[in-house]
Each structure stands twice: as structure tokens, then as C-alpha cells.
T-cell receptor, first 112, second 115 residues
Framework: SQTIHQWPATLVQPVGSPLSLECTVE??????LYWYRQAAGRGLQLLFY??????ISSEVPQNLSASRPQDRQFILSSKKLLLSDSGFYLC???????????FGQGTRLTVV | AQSVTQLDSQVPVFEEAPVELRCNYS??????LFWYVQYPNQGLQLLLK??????LVKGINGFEAEFNKSQTSFHLRKPSVHISDTAEYFC?????????????FGPGTSLSVIP
């Protein structure tokens, strides 16, 4: 089955600094990839999803961007972080045909 | 577009008592349905899934869920909960497509098991 590697586990960044979170997938090829954000005490908000290299769809307007330079690599970025970017970020992947989503362990981002 | 509703944001229950976590969805096409569990500061783990066939689905840790198409529901149940079941539970839906399967999650239900 798929394994999602996501790092770092925790990150504290000052307002206005850049961000780069990386996610890599093992155990499958050509996966659909997702970035979710989970604010404290709230559900998961889908930020971006990708069905292939270089193909990124944004679900909500925001201060973040995503890229998929390789089939099993998904990167979440920001040029200048805002306080409101704080949260728990989860990378996930799905296969084709209705399989479940597999999740990484998440990154706890605190913008100070 | 599909959406998922979990009416109960918090559910306290005594240890060894039964529990039901409610989930309703809306979609214009056929869907796949999932329940996930999240322990503090961790990713999500699949509890069970409904793709087709029997509407009663059994998952890990003694949980089960029943798909009701007419009521567009997929409620999660466990006959006797343990302290270790304290966690956040998410219902999710994915529309049946041939191109991609975007998974949409409900807002979550926080289950607290009281000793």
C-alpha cells in the first residue's frame, strides 16, 4: 500500500518568511495528490489537488501555492507567510477508481 | 458538487456504552464513502469504506457503518467503546469518476470516552 512521507513534523516561522513543505509518495505510481489544512478544532479544508505532473487545481483562494515537479512529489509553498496560515497541514494521495486516501503524519505550522 | 455533514461536533460517551456518529452527504452522482479516525497530532487512518455491495460495512477496531442511499447517510457505530477510541472522526465522500477521485471531508466529530 501507499506510504506518504511528509516533513517537517513541526515548524515555527515568522510572519513574512517563505514556506516549503514537501510530500513524497511510495508504493504507487501516478497518484492523485492533495494538500489539506486543518485549523485548530476544525475539519479538513482541501487546499490543492493534482492529477499529474504540473497539474494543480486550487480549491480556495489563499496565500499558498502548490507544485508537482515529479510524479510522486508534491510541494506546498508560500512567498510570505501570514498569521492565518498557521495550522496542521496534511498531504494525502489516492489511487484510481475509488480507493481510500492515504495520509502523511502532518506538519504543524505556527506562524509567529 | 458533493458535500458532507456531520451534525455532532462533540460526542461524550461512557466507556462500554454504544455510540453512533452521524454522517450525511449530498451528491448528484454515485459516491464512495469513508470513515477516518485521527488521533492527536497525527494523520488520518481509514476505519472503513463503502464502495459497493452490502450496505453494512465492518471496519477496524470494532466499528461498523451502514450506507442508506434513500437517506443519503453513512452513520458510524460501535456497540461498546473503549477509552482508546477517544479521537476525532471524519466522514468523507468521493464521487465515482473515471478521471480522478477528489475526496471531500466532513467537519469531524470529536468522540470523548468517559471512564
Amino acid at each position: 500500500s501507499q506510504t506518504i512521507h511528509q516533513w517537517p513534523a513541526t515548524l515555527v516561522q515568522p510572519v513574512g518568511s517563505p514556506l516549503s513543505l514537501e510530500c513524497t509518495v511510495e508504493g504507487t505510481s501516478n497518484p492523485n495528490l492533495y494538500w489539506y489544512r486543518q485549523a485548530a478544532g476544525r475539519g479538513l479544508q482541501l487546499l490543492f489537488y493534482s492529477v499529474g505532473i504540473g497539474q494543480i487545481s486550487s480549491e480556495v483562494p489563499q496565500n499558498l501555492s502548490a507544485s508537482r515537479p515529479q510524479d510522486r512529489q508534491f510541494i506546498l509553498s508560500s512567498k510570505k507567510l501570514l498569521l492565518s496560515d498557521s495550522g496542521f497541514y496534511l498531504c494525502a494521495c489516492t489511487g484510481r477508481g475509488g480507493t481510500e486516501a492515504f495520509f502523511g503524519q502532518g506538519t504543524r505550522l505556527t506562524v509567529v | 458538487a458533493q458535500s458532507v455533514t456531520q451534525l455532532d461536533s462533540q460526542v461524550p460517551v461512557f466507556e462500554e456504552a454504544p455510540v453512533e456518529l452521524r454522517c450525511n452527504y449530498s451528491s448528484s452522482v454515485s459516491v464512495y464513502l469513508f470513515w477516518y479516525v485521527q488521533y492527536p497530532n497525527q494523520g488520518l487512518q481509514l476505519l472503513l469504506k463503502y464502495l459497493s455491495g452490502s450496505t453494512l460495512v465492518k471496519g477496524i477496531n470494532g466499528f461498523e457503518a451502514e450506507f442508506n442511499k434513500s437517506q443519503t447517510s453513512f452513520h458510524l457505530r460501535k456497540p461498546s467503546v473503549h477509552i482508546s477510541d477517544t479521537a476525532e472522526y471524519f466522514c468523507a465522500v468521493s464521487e465515482v469518476r473515471t478521471s480522478y477521485d477528489k475526496v471531500i471531508f466532513g467537519p469531524g466529530t470529536s468522540l470523548s470516552v468517559i471512564p
